[in-house]
């Protein structure tokens, strides 16, 4: 625990204008991020009395250890720069919010020569235009039904299409008339472009010229006795009013806006949003935070208002923003959402009538996320907390274990054997620092021999990034040829430094290491730390069969209470890595199973390898072929033939596969039928589908 009077800034320092700060700890990693209108006058709050600051404000100063600040030219680009911080850094200690789910929307792929209606979750795209978000995905589906008699615009998949128009026949919509069937060129794309334009003008409320257009047709066919298309058109206007009674009028006046409702307690924070357009409430949202800083109702507002509209641009920010309490200071975040808007937007208060009565509605529905959301036991950040004090009360440690990793060894019968490590921090997972690793020092199957590999592996990279840092500098070499591939890394994209706040790779360490397993595996993990003079770090394990927790030299284990949160969130960390281990074994023995001979012929491409497996059948029969038949196959040279020729020859054949259930020798490579074989050359597992899963560890 830091004093925060030991990295305090002298004065005459921070500057006394508007800009962003972040706090960092001990391993340079930015655990808050914050904007002032005066610099000066905010960060010295941060270093008063410790006993006269909140109790979060207190413990994420005592975790920092280092306070920097950029100094900006207006609040509005002190907000955005705040912003940009958050997103790249993802600071502990700021509020986040976390949605339960991916909300759905209706999308319309503009952006295609034949646009698409479709549910689509996830980033927006450009050129795509978006209605919602929707509360469940059946809600547009619904919607979508019942416009496409009138809207007959396009739905299927690529590859649907692309076999209709090979086909010259469309799908069940184009006979029923729920699609136009630009597939077989029953409508031009430019016809079809102008019916998608307007559906999402009926989508976006301009609803009432549609409706007069067709009672007009429908009044000129009955007057013409043409009963059959007048009926037909009553149908469709039904189908329309049907459709738009799914969201009815809130607002009388048409209006388009955001509602934004906040319910708290002093520890979470629940934020709901509604999306009204033409009047109509067109989508809802929901986000949930743990209330890590001390924080008024106005600052979850701004917050809110950053994570809804951060990457919104144009008519994705309506003109008017509702919201229950006005940030402070307000003109900043309006002249922001201006900005993105690229004209007027109003944010303010609902003071009467039915914006402000709609707001209770919005107000309701936030109290009721709070409460359903304290029921969720895992997200609870009061149970969490219990977790970690009762972690740190059985294994007797000297305060909770805000960062757990946990390692698991998997492999089938010995073969691939691979090894995981999960992370959470404060009790959640973070999935961005999981890793995974081959064991690479020696063959067959050895858990415990496995697990003193990886977690040498692992923290002598940790020495190594500390030495780096100047906060390691006995002079040990931490360093291994061997590790640059030894750990893969979860997420794509080079590693950052450590200036940027996020640690690289294995440079910052856990109070906690879990493995999975008894005795051995928690000696072998101990043993390994011991050898790199490591002794800050807690190790113990958690053994399936009783959910025992074993310590290093302990000849007893830990059994903590059924009910106990802190066994719960062992078993979860546990669980984790488990099935991160299992997925990354199975993925690579699907890889090794899908291997070829003609995998090493260099200048072989795909598609002449399965241009020479598809003309002789098998990898058998190209084996005993001469060149001058594999000349024979288009596309491929002699040159190439020769060095298939050479390479087939260089490689042994793989064993017959053999049915252990009958002894049965099965040549897959001529073309017999594969019964529970992976591959080629692989023996065959007898025993039901559970059973060869259990030999899988």
């Not at 990295?7 to 990693?29: A, L, Q």
């Not at 079809?192 to 307007?198: G, T």
Request: proline share 5%; aromatic share 6%; with cysteine.
């Amino acid at each position: 625990m830091a004093d925060p009077s030991s990295y305090r800034p002298r004065p005459g320092e921070i500057p006394d204008s508007p800009g962003v700060y972040r706090f960092r700890d001990e391993h340079r990693r930015v655990i808050y991020v914050g904007k002032a209108k005066s610099l000066r006058q905010r960060l010295a709050n941060y270093f008063q009395d410790l006993a006269n600051l909140h109790p979060r404000t207190r413990t994420m100063v005592t975790t920092a250890a280092s306070v920097e600040w950029t100094v900006v030219s207006t609040e509005v680009e002190a907000l955005q720069l705040e912003y940009s911080w958050i997103k790249e850094y993802d600071p502990r200690f700021n509020v986040k919010y976390r949605d339960d789910k991916s909300y759905p929307y209706l999308a319309v792929t503009m952006n295609e020569e034949f646009p698409r209606v479709q549910v689509m979750r996830g980033h927006k795209k450009r050129g795509v235009r978006y209605f919602g978000p929707y509360g469940h995905a059946w809600a547009i589906r619904d919607t979508v039904d019942l416009l496409l008699r009138v809207f007959p615009v396009r739905t299927c998949s690529a590859g649907v299409f692309k076999n209709a128009a090979r086909t010259g026949r469309p799908c069940l919509l184009g006979y029923i008339g729920k699609c136009s069937a630009p597939c077989v060129e029953r409508i031009s794309p430019d016809d079809h472009w102008d019916l998608a334009d307007e559906f999402c003008d009926f989508m976006a409320g301009r609803t009432g010229t549609y409706l007069r257009r067709l009672e007009r047709q429908m009044a000129e066919a009955a007057d013409e006795m043409e009963y059959e298309r007048a009926a037909r058109l009553r149908d469709d206007i039904g189908a329309l009013k049907k459709a738009m009674e799914k969201s009815a009028v809130v607002l009388a006046d048409a209006t388009d806006a955001d509602l934004i409702a906040v319910a708290e307690d002093e520890l979470e924070a629940a934020v709901q949003i509604f999306h009204v357009r033409g009047g109509r409430v067109r989508g809802q949202r929901g986000w949930v935070t743990d209330k890590v800083e001390e924080i008024t109702t106005g600052a979850l507002v701004e917050h809110a208002l950053q994570q809804l509209y951060g990457e919104e641009t144009g008519d994705a920010v309506p003109k008017e923003v509702l919201v229950p309490a006005l940030p402070d200071p307000v003109e900043p975040v309006q002249q922001w959402l201006t900005e993105r808007r690229g004209s007027g937007v109003s944010l303010r208060i609902p003071q009467r009538g039915d914006k402000k009565a709609l707001m209770e509605t919005v107000q309701r529905n936030a109290q009721q996320a709070l409460v359903l959301h304290k029921t969720k036991r895992a997200s609870d950040l009061t149970t969490r907390s219990r977790a970690l004090e009762e972690i740190a009360d059985a294994l007797d440690l000297d305060s909770a274990p805000l960062r757990i990793e946990c390692y698991d060894i998997s492999h089938l019968q010995g073969d691939d054997v691979v090894a995981s490590m999960v992370v959470f921090e404060d009790g959640l997972a973070r999935k961005s620092e999981y890793r995974r690793f081959q064991i690479k020092g020696f063959a067959g199957q050895d858990d415990v021999r496995s697990m003193h590999e990886v977690i040498t592996r692992r923290f002598r990279r940790y020495l190594a990034e500390k030495e780096k840092t100047g906060e390691w500098a006995d002079g040990e070499d931490g360093a291994d040829g061997t590790e640059a591939g030894g750990a893969e890394q979860l997420t794509d994209g080079p590693a950052l430094k450590d200036d940027d706040g996020r640690p690289k790779r294995f440079a910052y360490p856990p109070q906690l290491v879990v493995v999975d397993g008894g005795q051995p595996q928690v000696a072998a993990a101990q043993r390994a730390l011991d050898e790199l003079g490591i002794d800050d770090i807690a190790v113990c394990g958690l053994a399936k069969r009783l959910e025992e927790v074993w310590l290093p030299r302990e000849d007893d284990p830990v059994v903590l209470p059924r009910t106990s949160e802190g066994l719960y969130l062992l078993q979860r960390v546990r669980d984790e890595a488990h099935r991160f281990a299992i997925t990354y074994q199975r993925a690579k023995r699907a890889k090794r199973f899908r291997s070829s001979p003609l995998d090493d012929v260099p200048g072989l491409g795909e598609t002449r390898k399965q241009a020479l497996i598809k003309h002789f059948g098998s990898v058998k029969k190209l084996r005993s072929a001469t060149i001058d038949q594999i000349c024979e196959v288009p596309g491929i040279g002699r040159k190439t033939a020769e060095t298939v020729a050479v390479a087939l020859a260089r490689a042994t054949p793989a064993a017959p596969a053999v049915n252990t259930a009958t002894g049965e020798i099965i040549d897959d490579e001529d073309g017999a039928p594969e019964t529970t074989a992976d591959a080629p050359g692989e023996p065959v597992t007898a025993g039901t589908p559970d059973e060869r899963r259990g030999q899988e560890r």
